[in-house]
């Protein structure tokens, strides 16, 4: 597995390597934007802290204001206006974050000893592992299995390293 400068890394079933807040926002909103996708920055100078970045908005120019930014982050889903379940319009990942777990090789070892798919993209965020299993753009209609899926993925309790 490739890791690139700045901690994100590829898998190898995969075919990403990214070294940009720009990248990683055009691959997990990859093809046409429905929605809106939320920029944050959690302790923004300006106070400035959400940004709000339309289907016509250049996405990868944008995510890359939150270049050398802590506690930075874009929504993975897509939605009209704000991130609000009730306004949500297009599913684009299942995702997972496990603060404080930094060893990736024992995470797809679980998935796999779970018969789980190794994941699309991982990130190292500093603070542990983000993974990313990417979808076509998914109509909001489709958040029940969305959901049932992400808390398998994602058990609220566990002492395994997912």
Request: proline letters at 6%; a positive charge.
């Amino acid at each position: 597995m490739a890791q690139s400068s700045n901690g994100l890394r590829k898998l190898k079933q995969g075919s990403f390597d990214f070294s940009s807040p720009g990248e990683h926002a055009s691959l997990v909103h990859s093809g046409e934007r429905h929605g809106v996708v939320l920029l944050w920055e959690r302790c923004a100078p300006d106070g400035k802290r959400w940004i709000k970045c339309r289907p016509t908005d250049n996405l990868p120019e944008l995510a890359e204001l939150l270049r050398h930014k802590q506690d930075a982050y874009f929504s993975i889903n897509q939605f009209h206006g704000w991130r609000e379940v009730r306004l949500l319009k297009s599913l684009r990942a299942l995702y997972v974050d496990l603060d404080g777990q930094q060893d990736l090789d024992l995470v797809l070892d679980v998935l796999a000893a779970a018969r789980m798919p190794a994941p699309s993209m991982v990130v190292f965020s500093g603070r542990g592992l983000h993974l990313y299993w990417l979808l076509r753009a998914t109509p909001a209609k489709a958040l029940p299995v969305w959901q049932r899926i992400q808390d398998v993925r994602a058990p609220r309790k566990t002492s395994a390293p997912l």
